[in-house]
């Protein structure tokens, strides 16, 4: 079963506190230990880290036609802040990699199991075990 760990954190602004350059190389000390980790385990399918909200750019057509705007849809303490995929056997497996996330520390880690997902030929339906 594919589930996707979906990582929401506070945003980092001027307004807030700020990580010190030391507790930075510590989280990425521990986030390269967590994805070494998953790929040893085999069950790391994609990690990906977003750039904050602030780089973002919606795009929507609810109006009929398209609008692009910069900035994110709405403002938030948290936002969504990356994502990783796993291929495991069951939820249980699933919040067991959740709670060792590293930055669970400071944020929220969502568990959500995949309804279906593309690749280079196409959806697909992820595979439920027996």
């Known amino acids: ?7 929401h954190a506070p945003e980092l602004d001027d307004a807030g506190p700020r990580p010190t350059d030391e507790q930075i190389a510590e989280m990425q000390h521990l986030m390269n230990d967590y994805t070494a980790a998953l790929a040893d385990a085999g069950v790391l399918v994609t990690a990906e880290m977003l750039e904050p909200s602030s780089a973002t750019t919606t795009v929507t057509r609810r109006t009929g036609s398209t609008v692009i705007e910069d900035g994110p849809f709405v403002e938030a303490k948290e936002s969504l802040a990356g994502v990783f995929v796993l291929e495991v056997n069951d939820h249980d497996a699933a919040l067991a990699w959740a709670e060792k996330f590293p930055g669970g520390s400071y944020g929220v880690v969502e568990v959500r199991r995949v309804a279906v997902y593309a ?11 027996e």
């Open 1 to 7: 079963m594919r589930y996707a760990l979906v990582f």
């Open 119 to 129: 690749d280079e030929t196409g959806w697909k339906t992820p595979c439920t075990p």
